[in-house]
């Protein structure tokens, strides 16, 4: 369901039984995890910049947003760019996130 490399790949699966009987699968929730994270750098938000480029400019990996917003706490990942101008903290490269 989620790809690998996935922020969710690790989330233990849970499955609830509904009344009438069906099994419904799910993820468990997934809590960020405490900032014990090297900071490289911090990139600058564009005017019109989305989440996904904002992590290909940073990281190289546009799926990676979720390591940007994992480290500056931030939730929605639009939230990440939706201020042009704002710096964004970039884990380095033991990790992070």
Not at 15 to 40: C, E, H, N, Q, W
Not at 71 to 96: C, F, I, K, S
Request: glycine fraction near 10%; proline fraction near 6%.
């Amino acid at each position: 369901m989620f790809f690998r490399g996935s922020r969710y790949e690790p989330i233990a699966n849970a499955t609830l039984a509904t009344k009438d009987g069906r099994s419904i699968a799910y993820k468990r929730m997934r809590f960020i995890p405490a900032l014990r994270i090297v900071t490289r750098t911090a990139v600058k938000v564009a005017d019109g910049e989305r989440p996904d480029l904002l992590a290909y400019r940073a990281l190289g990996d546009a799926e990676q947003f979720w390591r940007l917003c994992d480290l500056n706490q931030v939730q929605r990942p639009v939230d990440l760019t939706t201020t042009a101008g704002r710096h964004v903290m970039v884990p380095g490269p033991e990790g992070g996130g």
